[in-house]
Nanobody, 118 residues
Framework: VQLQASGGGSVQAGDSLRLSCAAS????????MGWFRQAPGKEREAVAS????????YYTDSVKGRFTISRDNAKNTVSLQMYSLKPEDTAVYYC????????????WGQGTLVTVSS
């Protein structure tokens, strides 16, 4: 699976941004999709994930109520809609995939930078 993330940019606090991740190489059937981020000097953290069916989602506490993860299996894409962005959301965002039932994400995109200024 090859993953290509896009949509990053520089915004002001309170703005919105939508990240997209396009998958190629194989269908995303049975894959959990996730978004991770890594801020300068910090460890990578899981931001959100979504099951193959879309019926199950996960959000880290700091983004609950502000970010929404979604997927379009017909188009092999996953998105992260981000609202009310804060400076602490500044990071490189990565999309990732893992087969349902596995614990580790083993397919990663190249990352897209989100910068939020106050």
């Amino acid at each position: 699976v090859q993953l290509q993330a896009s949509g990053g940019g520089s915004v002001q606090a309170g703005d919105s941004l939508r990240l997209s991740c396009a998958a190629s190489g194989r269908t995303l059937r049975s894959y959990v999709m996730g978004w991770f981020r890594q801020a300068p000097g910090k460890e990578r953290e899981a931001v959100a994930s979504i099951s193959w069916s879309g019926s199950s989602t996960y959000y880290t506490d700091s983004v609950k109520g502000r970010f929404t993860i979604s997927r379009d299996n017909a188009k092999n894409t996953v998105s992260l809609q981000m609202y009310s962005l804060k400076p602490e959301d500044t990071a490189v965002y990565y999309c990732a995939a893992r087969l349902e039932g596995l614990r580790e994400f083993n397919y990663w995109g190249q990352g897209t930078l989100v910068t939020v200024s106050s």
